[in-house]
């Protein structure tokens, strides 16, 4: 049974930074396709970043040069590094995987919020 725990959000000021960690079990991480997602009240869940298992990165164009998301896979973990976080970040961050098969798994979710 494949798991996914997300840890690291909180509250920061704008201008901070926080790093989101997400820990995954029950499947083969270093061959799967890593994301970060979130969801702000009232709107869709939207991509904020993927590493696929080569390694390649994509981000979406509000964050770009802000935030960074990378793997360990001695670990398990793919992280998201936030920096200069502003207020419209605030949202709940999911962890997905994509499985070699292209099954998809979530996380429970870890709320970010940032203050003005």
């Known amino acids: 049974q494949v798991q996914l725990v997300e840890s690291g959000g909180g509250l920061v000021e704008a201008g901070g930074s926080l790093r989101l960690s997400c820990a995954a079990s029950?499947?083969?991480?270093?061959?799967?396709?890593m994301g970060w997602y979130r969801q702000a009240p009232g709107k869709q869940r939207e991509l904020v970043a993927t590493?696929?298992?080569?390694?390649?990165?994509n981000y979406a164009d509000s964050v770009k040069g802000r935030f960074t998301i990378s793997r360990d896979n001695a670990k398990n973990t793919v992280y998201l590094q936030m920096n200069s976080l502003k207020p419209e970040d605030t949202a709940v961050y999911y962890c997905?995987?994509?499985?070699?098969?292209?099954?998809?798994?979530w996380g429970q979710g870890t709320q970010v919020t940032v203050s003005s």
């Open positions: 590493i696929i298992k080569e390694g390649k990165t």
């Open positions: 997905n995987l994509l499985d070699y098969y292209r099954n998809a798994y």
């Open positions: 029950g499947t083969i991480f270093s061959i799967s396709d």
